[in-house]
């Protein structure tokens, strides 16, 4: 992994950590989405506060599928 | 005094605004300063007056608020899937927001309609008819970004769900509602 694709990969991390009230470098990439949120609004909630933060925007497509703590960031990091 | 069915059907109002607003709330929060933010501010404070009026109502008409599980816009995520991005859940507003203007309007006109109750729902619509404005007008400045038949197709994939939850709503809750359908 190159420096701009790490420094990517720890920017989306530390945005995700933020929306969830977490520290992202200990979030697990192996973690379920829907075990670290109450509820589905916070679920929302948390998929629209990575896209202000990180000035991105995902679609329908980009979140079908993805299930873990890494299926997301991996997803937002692409929109990068 | 009311009966126990329009207590539920007030109360059950009263969720639905506690659950706007809430929502809206949070969102308010996480969005970046401009027009967007500026508007769900005060479309999230109306929510919560709104709620705030229907407890009043409720009180005033002697009952107290019934105590309800999920709102009416929480089963729209099941019918249509997770808005996924700003566009998406101001289309979906726009159409919930539209089902419940149409639903005060209905409860308005039936018969022996609480004039306490009357008053509330037209205090209420006067609102909803800001947020059917803006969340338009919103929508309308997002075509740039997203395509106007993206935009389209989003609200038509939520006007189905919509059509689905207010069935379903209705056949789950046929007895209670069954007085102000029939006007």
């Not at chain 1, 969830?20 to 989405?33: F, I, K, S, T, Y």
């Not at chain 2, 816009?73 to 507003?93: C, F, K, R």
């Not at chain 2, 069954?178 to 006007?183: F, K, P």
Request: aromatic share 8%.
């Amino acid at each position: 992994m190159n420096s701009a694709v790490r420094a990517k990969a720890k920017r989306v991390r530390q945005a995700l950590g933020r929306s969830l009230g977490r520290d992202g470098m200990e979030l697990d990439d192996n973690m379920v989405l829907t075990d670290l949120v109450a509820e589905s609004f916070a679920l929302i909630e948390t998929v629209i506060n990575l896209q202000e933060e990180l000035k991105i925007r995902l679609v329908q497509d980009d979140l079908r599928g993805v299930n873990t703590v890494g299926d997301l960031l991996s997803v937002c990091a692409k929109r990068l | 005094m009311i009966g126990e069915n329009e207590r539920w059907i007030l109360s059950f109002y009263r969720t639905s605004e506690i659950s706007g607003s809430l929502f809206f709330g949070r969102l308010a929060k996480s969005l970046k300063p401009g027009s967007i933010q500026h508007d769900m501010t005060k479309h999230y404070a109306d929510e919560a007056m709104h709620a705030w009026y229907w407890t009043d109502c409720l009180n005033k008409l002697g009952v107290e608020p019934l105590e309800l599980g999920n709102a009416y816009q929480d089963q729209y995520l099941s019918a249509a899937g997770m808005p996924v991005n700003i566009m998406e859940i101001l289309a979906i507003t726009q159409v919930f927001e539209r089902r419940v203007i149409n639903q005060y309007a209905v409860h308005s006109r039936a018969a022996g309609v609480h004039a306490l109750v009357k008053k509330t729902i037209d205090r209420i619509v006067e609102d909803e008819k800001w947020h059917i404005k803006w969340i338009r007008d919103a929508l309308k400045g997002m075509e740039a970004e997203y395509g106007k038949n993206t935009i389209d197709g989003t609200i038509e994939r939520f006007l189905q769900a919509d059509r689905e939850v207010y069935e379903k709503t209705v056949r789950e809750h046929e007895e209670r509602v069954r007085e102000l359908l029939r006007t």
